[in-house]
C-alpha cells in the first residue's frame, strides 16, 4: 500500500493558478491509478483528474482545459495543475491511489478561490 500526503493547496483570486501535489510513499507506486478528488461540505467527493500507470488520463467535464494532472514515479508524486480557477472550484482536495480493490486517501489540501 502507499500513504499519501497532499499540498499546495491555499487561497487565490479567480482567474488564478495553484499545483498541488501528493507525495506517497510505500512501494510500487507506478502500478498505481492516481486519482484527484474534490468535496465541499456537505457534498459528496467527487472525482476531478485521473491518471493510469501508462499515463492516460481522464477530467471530469467541469475541469477540462484548465486542470491538469501528472505523475513522476521516479519522485512518487503526482500533481495537479489548476489554471483558470474559478469560485466553484473552491474545496478540500483530496489524493488517491487505486490498485484493484486497494484504494489509499491522503488526508486532503484546501483550495480556496475568492477575491
Known amino acids: 500500500q502507499v500513504q499519501l500526503v497532499e499540498s499546495g493547496g491555499g487561497l487565490v483570486q479567480p482567474g488564478g493558478s495553484l499545483r498541488l501535489s501528493c507525495a506517497a510513499s510505500?512501494?510500487?507506486?507506478?502500478?498505481?491509478?492516481m486519482n484527484w478528488y474534490r468535496q465541499t461540505p456537505g457534498e459528496q467527493r467527487d472525482v476531478v483528474a485521473t491518471?493510469?500507470?501508462?499515463?492516460?488520463?481522464v477530467y471530469a467535464d467541469s475541469v477540462k482545459g484548465r486542470f491538469t494532472i501528472s505523475r513522476d514515479n521516479a519522485e512518487k508524486t503526482v500533481y495537479l495543475q489548476m489554471n483558470s480557477l474559478k469560485p466553484e472550484d473552491t474545496a478540500v482536495y483530496y489524493c488517491?491511489?487505486?490498485?484493484?480493490?486497494?484504494?489509499?486517501w491522503g488526508r486532503g489540501t484546501q483550495v480556496t478561490v475568492s477575491s
Open positions: 491518471i493510469t500507470s501508462l499515463g492516460s488520463t
Open positions: 488517491n491511489a487505486q490498485k484493484g480493490s486497494l484504494s489509499n
Open positions: 510505500g512501494s510500487r507506486f507506478s502500478t498505481y491509478t
